[in-house]
């Protein structure tokens, strides 16, 4: 079954680097994604990664997959006031493409 | 691309009536949209899965005589909660996936906010 984890709360000073971690249970998912969403607003995609896949780059943000830990993460480099907001983790699964998303984790940047 | 909007973003509504939620993809065919409902500081929880032309797939527990979705173009499907309640305030989310893509990435509307008086 589909079953996502994160932690909660993580505070960053600006200019720093954040990581956000995920767990999920069902190894057979295809694809990870990350979301961000900003007070009130929807959810924005940032970066998925493909199951068979370790890391991904996309500029500030890194993506690593360990597939054996089913542990995914979220490295934020040089930590920006506009990247405060709830960061979501989701995987979707072949041939199936709803979405399983975590709780959550809420990063608050401090300048 | 990939733009999803939804109208309205934000609707106060008396106990009782009905609430019509459109959410459009702007600039790319949507094969699905999903509907997702959000209470404060929770994650999104999938309501209905829904492919044009056909019946919405509803997730369990939710009421599909309640929440009607009605998905009548590649582009457009509407949510409309019937006979709202105050339980039913809620951020209501929308999501689409791209036709002409072969992952299943699904691209979000901004939400919209519904509160029932």
């Known amino acids: 079954g589909e079953d996502v984890e994160q932690s909660l709360f993580l505070s960053v000073r600006e200019g720093d680097s954040s990581v956000i971690n995920c767990t999920y249970t069902?190894?057979?998912?295809?694809?990870l994604y990350w979301y961000k969403q900003e007070p009130g607003a929807g959810l924005q995609l940032l970066t998925y990664?493909?199951?068979?896949?370790d890391m991904k780059q996309d500029q500030r943000l890194t993506v690593l997959l360990n597939k054996k830990d089913k542990h995914l993460s979220l490295r934020i480099a040089d930590t920006q006031t506009g990247d405060s907001a709830i960061y979501f983790c989701?995987?979707?699964?072949?041939?199936?493409?709803?979405?399983?998303f975590g709780k959550g984790n809420q990063v608050v940047v401090i300048p | 691309g990939a733009v999803v909007s939804q109208h309205p973003s934000r609707v106060i509504c008396k106990s009782g009536t009905s609430v019509k939620i459109e959410c459009r993809s702007l600039?790319?065919?949507?094969?699905?949209m999903f509907w997702y409902r959000q209470f404060p500081k929770q994650s999104l929880m999938l309501m209905a899965t829904?492919?044009?032309?056909?019946?919405?797939?509803?997730e369990q527990g939710v009421e599909k005589d309640k929440f009607l979705i009605n998905h009548a173009s590649l582009t457009l499907s509407t949510l409309t909660v019937t006979s709202a309640h105050p339980e039913d305030s809620s951020f209501y989310i929308c999501?689409?996936?791209?036709?002409?893509?072969?992952?299943?990435?699904?691209?979000f509307g901004p939400g919209t906010r519904l509160t029932v008086l």
């Open positions: 990664i493909f199951s068979n896949m």
């Open positions: 989701a995987e979707s699964y072949y041939g199936n493409n709803r979405l399983a």
């Open positions: 999501s689409a996936t791209h036709a002409d893509l072969s992952t299943d990435t699904q691209y």
């Open positions: 069902d190894s057979s998912s295809t694809y």
């Open positions: 829904s492919n044009e032309g056909s019946k919405a797939t509803y």
């Open positions: 600039d790319f065919q949507a094969t699905t």
